[in-house]
């Protein structure tokens, strides 16, 4: 049985930072495309950063300077460094887990909530 478990979610003041974790269960860790994606409310789910096997990170444009995604094979974890918080990055965060096969089903965490509010 597959399972990502994320935590580290929480509220916290703008500008400050929060790290969130995703350890996963049932799958071959090291070869899985690892993401973070975020969903806030009345908004579609969108891809906050992305890492590949090789440690390559992706992210997008709003999060660049603030956020760092890494991966730690050893723990099936991925990680999720979040600084400079700003009230539009509240949201509810999911960890996604994808082997690069098209085709091939992906996984999802049931995701933590992120609330920047002062």
């Known amino acids: 049985q597959v399972q990502l478990v994320e935590s580290g979610g929480g509220l916290v003041q703008p500008g400050g930072s929060l790290r969130l974790s995703c350890t996963t269960s049932g799958i071959n860790f090291g070869v899985y495309l690892m993401g973070w994606h975020r969903q806030a409310p009345g908004k579609q789910r969108e891809l906050v950063a992305q890492i590949t096997r090789d440690y390559s990170p992706k992210y997008a444009n709003f999060v660049k300077g603030r956020f760092v995604i890494s991966r730690d094979n050893a723990k099936n974890t991925v990680y999720l460094e979040m600084d400079f918080l700003k009230p539009e990055d509240t949201a509810v965060y999911y960890c996604?887990?994808?082997?690069?096969?098209?085709?091939?089903?992906?996984?999802w965490g049931q995701g933590t909530q992120v609330t920047v509010s002062s």
């Open positions: 996604n887990a994808w082997p690069g096969i098209s085709g091939a089903p992906d996984y």
